[in-house]
Nanobody, 125 residues
Framework: QVQLVESGGGSVQAGGSLRLSCAISGVTTERYCMGWFRQAPGKEREGVASMNTYGTTTYADSVKGRFTVSRDNAKNTLFLQMNSLKAEDTAMYYC???????????????????WGQGTQVAVSS
């Protein structure tokens, strides 16, 4: 059974940093394309960052230069380092996984098969 459990969310002031973690069980992360998504109240879910099995990454324009996705295959964990946070980054953050290979990792949420329950990030201005 595949399980994804996010942690590391919280409240922070604008300009601050948070590091999200996603512990994955039931699959081997190095064989999966992994992604981070977020959904703010009243808005659609959007892709934030993703990484394919080769370590190639894709970022949403809104987070480029501020967020970094990484993975520790030995610990089956995906990370999202978020720096220079803005109020508009406030959302529920989810990690997701798919066995499909993407030469350029996708930020399309419909392509992901497995999802975590989410961790809340609140940024105050």
């Amino acid at each position: 059974q595949v399980q994804l459990v996010e942690s590391g969310g919280g409240s922070v002031q604008a300009g601050g940093s948070l590091r999200l973690s996603c512990a994955i069980s039931g699959v081997t992360t190095e064989r999966y394309c992994m992604g981070w998504f977020r959904q703010a109240p009243g808005k659609e879910r959007e892709g934030v960052a993703s990484m394919n099995t080769y370590g190639t990454t894709t970022y949403a324009d809104s987070v480029k230069g501020r967020f970094t996705v990484s993975r520790d295959n030995a610990k089956n964990t995906l990370f999202l380092q978020m720096n220079s946070l803005k109020a508009e980054d406030t959302a529920m953050y989810y990690c997701a996984a798919t066995r499909h290979f993407y030469h350029i990792p996708t930020l399309q949420d419909s392509e992901y098969n497995y999802w975590g329950q989410g961790t809340q990030v609140a940024v105050s201005s």
